[in-house]
C-alpha cells in the first residue's frame, strides 16, 4: 500500500490520511451537519493521492501548478446521489463548491442567467488539468 503525502516541510512531513482526518474532525466541530462536514473534510484533497501531487510534494515545481481539490468535486458529483431528489442534489453541490473552494473564493453555483456556472467552469478544469495528471 502507498503512503501518501499531504504536505512537505523543512520540520517534516503529513501523512494525507491524517490531514484527511484531522480536518474532517476539525470542521465536524464547527458545524451543524456533522456527516457532511466529515465528508468534505476527508474529500478536500483527494486530488493529493495523485502521482503528479506526490511528485510536486518530492521534487519540488511550481506552487499551485497541480490541481488537487477538483479530483473530490468529480468524486462527489460520482457518488453522490438520486439527481430526482432535490436535497440530496442540493448537499452535492454544497459539499462540491466547498471542495473546490478550499483554497479560493466561493464559486457561483448558478449564473445570472440561470446556467450551471460551477458544473461548466468544472469540465473546462478537467479537460485542461485533471486528465493530463494521471
Known sequence: MQTFLARTSQTGKQLLSDHLSNV???????????????LTGILHDLGKATSAFQNYLI????????VHAMQGVFFV????????????????E????????????????VSPDGGAAF???????????????K
Not at 59 to 64: A, L, P, Q, S, T
Open 24 to 38: 474532517s474532525n476539525l470542521s465536524a466541530v464547527f458545524s451543524n451537519y456533522e456527516n457532511i462536514s466529515k
Open 59 to 66: 521534487n519540488g515545481g511550481e506552487r499551485g501548478k497541480i
Open 77 to 92: 458529483d460520482d457518488i453522490i446521489c438520486d439527481l430526482n431528489d432535490s436535497a440530496c442534489v442540493l448537499v452535492k
Open 94 to 109: 454544497i459539499v462540491a463548491l466547498t471542495i473546490a473552494a478550499h483554497h479560493n473564493s466561493l464559486n457561483d453555483g
Open 119 to 133: 458544473y461548466q467552469k468544472l469540465i473546462q478544469k478537467m479537460m485542461k488539468n485533471i486528465i493530463i495528471q
